[in-house]
């Protein structure tokens, strides 16, 4: 079991609005960033988020990402069928002193 | 632009070692961190290890006795290799870049990764 914690799906449908949550504790979110990535079989997976909240040039504004305390969050707005996909968050754990990702969120697309 | 490309044996025994390679083009390998992941088949990521261009290195506690990466500057390339593999080791194996302000905690530019199975 990891120990940063996602729901394992969500879904919407075109257009509307998700949330994805991704919650740790003070050794892992609370106390440093945390990195959002995409996985889709086959594919190189690509990240979406870094340093909680910011965009890699070329991944669109509908990916924003938030932080507070021990918990985070990807929002992807104005869903497209493309966003079908796996999430997962990532961070750093002191304790562990690892890396350490999320179980990871299959997003689907109604 | 980066990219990334792992190459190795797609079996590996039981108890053997399992050694694969990631080839950089498009960028010099001298410069930024270098990592390893990889996820099993149904199961989220796990980070196994990165090397910074320098050499140093920095495993997974749960990896470390088991795991080495090292690095070829001149052809480009790093390495990982994992002794002693048991099934459990099967998974799809990522190559991966940080930036250097990620410290190898981020993973920027990844490989599309190649599927290890361990079994006799």
């Known amino acids: 079991q990891s120990v940063v914690t996602q729901p394992p799906s969500a879904s919407g449908t075109p257009g509307q609005r998700v949330t994805i949550s991704c919650s740790g504790s003070s050794s892992n979110v609370g106390t440093n960033h945390v990195y959002w990535y995409q996985l889709l079989p086959g594919t190189a997976p690509k990240l979406l988020i870094y340093r909680n909240n910011q965009r890699p040039s070329g991944v669109p504004d509908r990916f924003s990402g938030s932080k507070s305390g021990t918990s985070a969050s990807l929002a992807i707005s104005g869903l497209r069928s493309e966003d079908e996909s796996d999430y997962y968050c990532a961070t750093w754990d002191d304790s562990l002193s690892s890396v350490v990702f999320g179980g990871g969120t299959k997003l689907t697309v109604l | 632009q980066v990219q990334l490309q792992e190459s190795g044996p797609g079996l590996v025994k039981p108890s053997e070692t399992l050694s694969l390679t990631c080839t950089v083009s498009?960028?010099?390998?001298?410069?930024?961190?270098w990592s390893w992941i990889r996820q099993p088949p149904g199961k989220g990521p796990e980070w196994i290890g990165y090397?910074?261009?320098?050499?140093?290195?920095n495993y997974n506690p749960s990896l470390k006795s088991r795991v080495t990466i090292s690095i070829d500057t001149s052809k480009n390339q790093f390495s990982l290799k994992l002794n002693s593999v048991t099934a459990a080791d099967t998974a799809v194996y990522y190559c991966?870049?940080?930036?250097?302000?990620?410290?190898?905690?981020?993973?920027?530019?990844w490989g599309q990764g190649t599927m290890v199975t361990v079994s006799s």
């Open positions: 991966a870049t940080s930036p250097t302000w990620a410290l190898g905690r981020a993973f920027d530019i």
């Open positions: 498009g960028g010099s390998i001298s410069s930024y961190y």
């Open positions: 090397i910074y261009y320098s050499g140093s290195t």
